[in-house]
């Protein structure tokens, strides 16, 4: 097995590890946290964690130059805190499942903007399975036509600006990773957005909610696997594959978070998800096909 088709497992053990975010999110939530403050809590302690790592065994790992730092910005700023703000503002101002579908246009954001910067190239393939797991995506998350119908233009747009921040990962993060390996990328990508929320969340003023019993534990899991073994199995994914291709595979998460929650808090599932969780799986299985099987009309760009 090559080393590309190693990186599709990497990619979806990935979004398999995000998938079960919902997990450890519900349980800081009941203790009395916010969504922003939540995503604060993930950004600082991951970053904690890796740079500790990094000083104790991977020093050179923490060398970066200051070329670096726009890309580091993107991934930390105009990717983590951005699209988190851009969905809990959707959420609040659309239906919950308008905003999820919202938040996975990202792979088309990815699929435009990687032809543009990156010099992949738009094929057919592409967009028909774009076009699948959006649609995969609407059906998982439920589409609510009540909240279709709502004439709350700037809540789309926000919206659509989570799916734009969501992408910028894929982008930003294939030019760090140029220089960069998957560990110093995901590092610095956390130290900035921590840098970003810090001052806004002011975690301080909800000190005493850190000495809740089981506040420890959801934030171990939200850091370790949610977060530093999700990004560094999706960047290390992303090192050896096109944004476009990691971007798609990655949307596999929402069924593993349908998943977690028919498992994990015994949810029931309706029809219409299980169609959706089928197209999603169907998109990815076809993409991940190795190149030698793959048929000659993937070839055929735009």
Same mark, same amino acid.
């Given at each position: 097995?090559?080393?590309?088709?190693?990186?599709?497992?990497?990619?979806?053990?990935?979004?398999?590890?995000? *998938?079960?975010?919902?997990?450890?999110?519900?349980?800081?939530?009941?203790?009395?946290?916010?969504?922003?403050?939540?995503?604060?809590? #993930?950004?600082?302690?991951?970053?904690?964690?890796?740079?500790?790592?990094?000083? /104790?065994?991977? #020093?050179?790992? /923490? #060398?970066?130059?200051?070329?670096?730092?726009?890309?580091?910005?993107?991934?930390?700023?105009?990717?983590?805190?951005?699209? @988190?703000?851009?969905?809990?503002?959707?959420?609040?101002?659309?239906?919950?499942?308008?905003?999820?579908?919202?938040?996975?246009?990202?792979?088309?954001?990815?699929?435009?903007?990687?032809?543009?910067?990156? @010099?992949?190239?738009?094929?057919?393939?592409? /967009?028909?399975?774009?076009?699948?797991?959006?649609? !995969?995506?609407?059906?998982?998350?439920?589409?609510?036509?009540? !909240?279709?119908?709502?004439?709350?233009?700037?809540?789309?747009?926000?919206?659509?600006?989570? !799916?734009? *921040?969501?992408?910028?990962?894929?982008?930003?993060?294939?030019?760090?990773?140029?220089?960069?390996?998957?560990?110093?990328?995901?590092?610095?990508?956390?130290?900035?957005?921590?840098?970003?929320?810090?001052?806004?969340?002011?975690?301080?003023?909800?000190?005493?909610?850190?000495?809740?019993?089981?506040?420890?534990?959801?934030?171990?899991?939200?850091?370790?696997?949610?977060? $530093?073994?999700?990004?560094?199995?999706?960047?290390?994914?992303? @090192?050896?594959?096109?944004?476009?291709?990691?971007?798609?595979?990655?949307?596999?998460?929402?069924?593993?978070?349908? *998943?977690?929650?028919?498992?994990?808090? @015994?949810?029931?599932?309706?029809?219409?998800?299980?169609? !959706?969780? $089928?197209?999603?799986?169907?998109?990815?299985?076809?993409?991940?096909?190795?190149?030698?099987?793959?048929?000659?009309?993937?070839?055929?760009? /735009?």
């Amino acid at each position: 097995m090559s080393k590309k088709d190693y990186a599709v497992y990497y990619v979806i053990v990935a979004a398999i590890f995000w *998938g079960m975010i919902g997990i450890f999110v519900k349980g800081l939530k009941e203790i009395g946290f916010e969504p922003m403050e939540i995503v604060a809590i #993930r950004a600082i302690s991951t970053s904690l964690i890796l740079v500790f790592f990094g000083l /104790l065994s991977k #020093r050179d790992s /923490l #060398r970066v130059t200051w070329r670096s730092v726009p890309f580091f910005i993107g991934t930390g700023i105009l990717s983590i805190v951005f699209f @988190n703000w851009c969905y809990f503002y959707s959420m609040d101002k659309l239906s919950i499942s308008t905003a999820v579908i919202l938040l996975y246009t990202a792979p088309i954001f990815v699929v435009l903007l990687s032809s543009i910067f990156l @010099n992949e190239k738009l094929t057919l393939k592409k /967009l028909a399975l774009v076009l699948l797991t959006v649609v !995969g995506c609407g059906f998982v998350t439920g589409i609510d036509s009540s !909240g279709m119908e709502s004439n709350q233009l700037i809540g789309y747009l926000i919206g659509l600006g989570a !799916g734009l *921040g969501y992408a910028m990962y894929s982008i930003f993060g294939k030019f760090a990773l140029k220089k960069h390996s998957s560990f110093t990328v995901t590092t610095y990508t956390f130290i900035f957005a921590s840098i970003a929320l810090i001052p806004v969340t002011k975690l301080w003023e909800k000190k005493s909610l850190f000495l809740h019993s089981d506040v420890f534990f959801h934030i171990f899991g939200l850091c370790i696997i949610s977060t $530093i073994a999700a990004y560094l199995f999706y960047t290390a994914g992303l @090192n050896k594959m096109e944004s476009s291709k990691a971007s798609l595979l990655s949307t596999i998460e929402p069924v593993a978070a349908m *998943g977690v929650g028919l498992f994990v808090f @015994n949810e029931s599932l309706d029809i219409f998800q299980w169609i !959706g969780a $089928i197209l999603i799986l169907s998109a990815v299985a076809i993409f991940s096909i190795p190149s030698k099987l793959k048929v000659s009309w993937e070839s055929s760009s /735009l």
